[in-house]
């Protein structure tokens, strides 16, 4: 984790930024990011099927949730105007204003298994109606990585079994591609 942190000061700076003025939010975001980045790349280090940019995966889980702080979380020490559910997309516009268009759609994208536009009109989220699925590699990766750690529970990693059962109610193709995801990243 050392060698990624390094070339990553701009990261730092980013969450600083914008946590400063919320220290228990931001530790929370810190602790949280550290354990979804050092789980995504040790599934990526172990699994010579897969190839990917591990210095970005480093950047973008560390920034991945840095939109909470717009939203109403108190028990996060978040305290904004927003439905929790809207940190994707409110952290992928705060990453697009530092110029930082890949990392965002890590943000944006790492909703549940991603939200389609079906999902967001059936469901009636406060979010924008565009396709907000991973696509690229290291998204899928990150998102997936980011379903074993609870903010509110930070320092335990939940089982494979107990990611499917938290998502369940998400219905047949959250399952699915969470098997596709298990499979893909841990075999």
Known sequence: MERFQEKSSFVFSLIDKYYDAFPKAKTILLQH?????KKALSMSLNNKKIC????FVFEAAMLHDIGIFLTKAPDLGCNGEFSYICHGFLGADLLRQ??????????????GVGLSIEDIKRQQLPVPQRDMRPISIEEQLICFADKFFSKTNPTKEKSFEEVKLSLARFGEYTQVRLNDWNVLFNS
Do not use: I, K, N, Y
């Not at 990011?33 to 980045?37: R, T």
């Not at 890590?106 to 909703?111: A, K, Y």
């Open 33 to 37: 990011s550290f354990l979804v980045a």
């Open 52 to 55: 990917v940019d591990e210095q």
């Open 98 to 111: 530092e110029g930082l268009e890949r990392h965002a759609l890590v943000c944006e994208r790492h909703t």
